[in-house]
């Protein structure tokens, strides 16, 4: 195994996702690149059966793909109602190939036919990150807990954004600027374990 990262790649296809770990990542002493910086490459399937699992996929994957020390998160939202769906299937939900709009309402309908009207719920974020031959070194999870909105609301940040009311707020992720969202995310917790580690790592 290589000793130590010199640069890290962010292995997700996500625009939104990768934006925030541009901004998130900012204390590690190391440039990072991203997929839009390598030669086309093939999706991983997301084949586990839990968060940290598909992240570790993904991250090990793209490692000997690239050759690159590598870090991928695998992330969704869990919704009481649904006993915990979409999770990690929130990327394939109403179809992959469908957009966030589409996806939102859909969500919204199958909870508004559900018997329980337990509108909580939290996304979680795992990331793992893998060495050059593709070994996991290290992982890190975050979760943020809040409430499904009755309407989508919002336009900053991507995905599930706009109907997720965070606790302690009244807007939706996508109302918050994302100085806010960057202060409470599942995201942003992870991102802060995954530093710690890291930092440790590398000796800094
Ligand atoms: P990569 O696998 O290439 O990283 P992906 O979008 O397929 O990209 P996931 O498999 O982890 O990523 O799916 C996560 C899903 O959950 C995806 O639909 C996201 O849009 C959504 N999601 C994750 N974090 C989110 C956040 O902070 N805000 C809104 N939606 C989020």
């Known amino acids: 195994m290589d000793n130590k990262p010199e640069r890290i790649l962010i292995a ?16 590690i002493p190391i440039p990072i690149i991203g997929l839009a910086n390598l030669p086309p490459l093939p999706e991983p399937d997301e084949t586990g059966s839990s968060f940290s699992e598909n992240a570790a996929l993904k991250a090990a994957r793209y490692a000997v793909l690239t050759g690159e020390w590598t870090m991928a998160d695998d992330s969704g939202l869990e919704v009481n ?6 999770g990690i299937h929130s990327a394939r939900f109403g179809g992959y190939g469908s957009d966030y709009r ?47 909105a009755e309407s989508p609301r919002g336009i900053n940040g991507f995905g599930y954004d706009p109907i997720f009311i965070p606790n302690g707020f009244e807007q939706t992720f996508a109302e918050l600027r994302s100085e806010e969202k960057r202060e409470i995310s599942h995201r942003a917790r992870a991102s802060s374990e995954i530093i710690r580690k890291m930092l440790d790592f590398m000796g800094v």
């Open 12 to 27: 997700t296809s996500n625009t939104g996702k990768f934006r925030e770990y541009s901004d998130l990542l900012s204390g």
């Open 81 to 86: 109602a649904l006993n915990g769906a979409p």
């Open 102 to 148: 589409t996806k939102n309402e859909l969500l919204l309908d199958l909870i508004a036919r559900q018997e329980s009207d337990d509108r909580k719920a939290r996304f979680v974020c795992t990331i793992a990150v893998a060495s050059p031959d593709g070994v996991i070194v290290m992982e890190a999870q975050g979760e943020c807990r809040g409430v499904i």
